[in-house]
């Protein structure tokens, strides 16, 4: 009797209970939003490059990693349970296996590195809500391809990875793989605390009616923004990808003109994808959610190498008219954006919209045609830059794309941007068929043009 009193009140062994923020995304990921893939193209065997090392060595750097997330229904609770040890088995698809993967799916003569990272996206070990159930944080696969090459995948649960955990990760990865040396290094033991815990003081703070208020103009404006149509709005959905590249050239202009005009290159993005999206004489009104990594700015400040989701969103709507100019909007935007950041609402509003997510979760019938999209589009604050350099040689690393899934709540294109060799790599992620291939290839080919014909 004593013995399960006790059990009640305690939660497993070893484990932190999701809160906040990691909360919703525990609630989100079951529907299919929130599955972190980062798919690396390369030339050298996974097996005997020493890949099941060195993610050993990865887990046991980082408790997240090596936790498993424990789902308990009759509490409604979530919690991270570390293991002391690390247990991670690489899955390894055969040229056979692979090739039959990649024709199930249909065919746009898409290159395999995307057609696996669209597979990964969409493979939800955590699904399962109604029972008791243990799943792991991080699942990693190696897929042969046709003229010796490989797809290596890591799929991982966001609540443990946002985009600077995976910018990291693929850093860490790279090292581990070169080189022998066992180094120590931060992280070690618990299971990193969560953002919430983490916010300097009284910057959360709002008063009761501010916080009605805000709520209130938050659902007033997702129903009242404009949604880029829907396909088909009935069936099940999985996430797809477009992924849209320039050139040197053509990027170089367009950080230029963002520089000369002081802002970042979300806002240019942003600005493209309203100008692509929209195509009607009347003005409408578009939300963008624009994801800032609050790390740097939490007490105490955290390094690139604490992995967990430490990413707060910015919703903003913006009205739109025809014949906007991609400059002006773009600079409009970004200063929404940073008025927005400068009043604190990354904090203040944070307990707001993870509350509107879970509600929306589950009551999909409040957002328009049970389509669970809250926002246009969202954006990432900062860019990542990355230039090829001799780890990545080392390692065969001939290519790599990386993003998380949104067919559950979310956006509806979702632009996770790299600046790879001052090329932009930009991988757009949409829930399918709600919208279809044609349909967000189209946008993105028009918001590459918009962006090229409008700048320096
Ligand atoms: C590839 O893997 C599948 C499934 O694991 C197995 O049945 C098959 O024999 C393998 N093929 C080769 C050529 O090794």
Known sequence: MYQSLVEMMMEPKGGRIASGTEYSWCRAVPGGTGIAVL???????????????????????????????????????FSFVTSPTTFIQVKSFNLSSTSKILESSERFSIAPLQLILEHELNENAWCNLKCTSTTDMLYASSYALPDAKWVVALRLHVAACDRTTAVSLLKELLLVLVSDDDQEQEGRGEVNLAIEALIPKGKAK??????????????????????????????????????????????????????????????????????AAHNSDNQRKYAVATLTDCRSILEPPLSNHRFGFYHSAIMNTHLIKRGEKLGDLAKKIYTAFANSKHCNRHFSD??????????????????????????????FEDSVFDSSNEMQQQVGLEDYMGCASVHGIGPSIALFDTIRDGRLDCVCVYPSPLHSREQMQELVEKMKSVLVQNVG
């Open 39 to 77: 798919a690396i193209l390369t030339s050298k065997v996974p097996e005997t490059s020493g890949l099941q090392d060195a993610l050993n060595k990865l887990q046991s750097y980082h408790p997240i990693l090596r936790s498993r997330l424990h789902t308990n229904p009759s509490k409604n609770t």
């Open 350 to 379: 944070m307990a707001d919209l993870n509350f509107l997510m879970c509600k929306a979760i589950e009551n999909p019938s409040l957002t328009p045609a049970s389509s669970l999209r809250s926002s246009f589009m969202s954006v």
């Open 206 to 275: 709002k008063a009761l009616w501010a916080r009605g208020r805000d709520m209130l103009t938050y659902s007033v404006n997702s129903l009242k923004s404009t949604n880029l149509k829907f396909i088909d709005a009935k069936s099940p959905r999985s996430s797809q990808v477009v992924r849209l590249q320039l050139n040197k050239d053509d990027t170089e202009r367009i950080l230029l003109t963002c520089k000369s005009r002081g802002i970042k290159l979300c806002g240019m993005l942003a600005a493209a994808g309203l100008i």
